[in-house]
């Protein structure tokens, strides 16, 4: 069974970065692709960010282009978000995602296989 555990959440003023870490207990991470989905209170949840095995394919969702990046240490098991210039509408539990076929349909939640716990984040105005 692949674990996936977020951690780096926590809350932060707008305008600042946190970088999220999700690692993941599998010996053929490097053949996951990996995503990052987002659930605000009330809300669905949505997708945010995905990369490819390799790391040389990403996407990202159009609110949070320019601001996040998703990258991955292959060596570690480990893939990354950084998320700066905060806005308070980035509020979320912000989950990891893996997808042991190695799709590169990123956008649907179903996609994924496995999900991790999730991490916090608020981001106060």
């Known amino acids: 069974q692949v674990q996936l555990v977020e951690s780096g959440g926590g809350l932060v003023q707008a305008g600042g970065s946190l970088r999220l870490s999700c690692a993941a207990s599998v010996r053929t991470f490097s053949s996951y692709t990996m995503g990052w989905f987002r659930q605000a209170p009330g809300k669905e949840r949505e997708f945010v960010a995905a990369?490819?095995?390799?790391?040389?394919?990403?996407d990202y969702a159009d609110s949070v282009k320019g601001r996040f990046t998703i990258v991955r240490e292959n060596a570690k098991n480990t893939v990354y978000l950084q998320m700066n210039s905060l806005k308070p509408e980035d509020t979320a539990v912000y989950y990891c995602?893996?997808?042991?076929?190695?799709?590169?349909?990123?956008?649907?939640?179903?996609?994924?296989?496995?999900w991790g716990q999730g991490t916090p984040v608020t981001v106060s105005s």
């Open positions: 990369i490819n095995w390799s790391g040389d394919s990403t």
């Open positions: 995602a893996a997808d042991p076929r190695g799709s590169t349909y990123y956008t649907p939640d179903r996609t994924y296989i496995y």
